[in-house]
Nanobody, 123 residues
């Protein structure tokens, strides 16, 4: 069992930056690949980024590539999402999630989810 708690969301102007954190509790955090997803009102949840349990391999959605960076600190049971050059279309609730095994961009594969943190980007 893994519990996930996101933090770091907020209101930011377009072009600004935010850093999201996801603190995990429970066993074997380092054996899980971690992902970030987001969901805007009236839209389906979409993949943002994922990182291998070693931190050595990452995958990004095309819409955030070059602007967002996912990383993890297994010693602190935390995964991060650094978001730069934010755009109004990045406005969403952001969720972190954990999956055993290899990172994947499909939300249905993930075993555990946090409650989400709101990110709002004003134009």
């Amino acid at each position: 069992q893994v519990q996930l708690v996101e933090s770091g969301g907020g209101l930011v102007q377009a072009g600004g930056s935010l850093r999201l954190s996801c603190a995990a509790s429970g066993r074997s955090f380092s054996s899980y690949a971690m992902g970030w997803f987001r969901q805007a009102p009236g839209k389906e949840r979409e993949f943002v980024a994922t990182v291998h349990w070693t931190g050595s391999s990452t995958v990004y959605a095309d819409s955030v590539k070059g602007r967002f960076t996912i990383s993890r600190d297994n010693a602190k049971n935390t995964v991060f999402l650094q978001m730069n050059s934010l755009k109004p279309e990045d406005t969403s609730v952001y969720y972190c999630a954990a999956v055993r095994g290899f990172p994947i961009n499909r939300s249905i594969a993930y075993d555990y989810w946090g409650q989400g943190t709101q990110v709002t980007v004003s134009s």
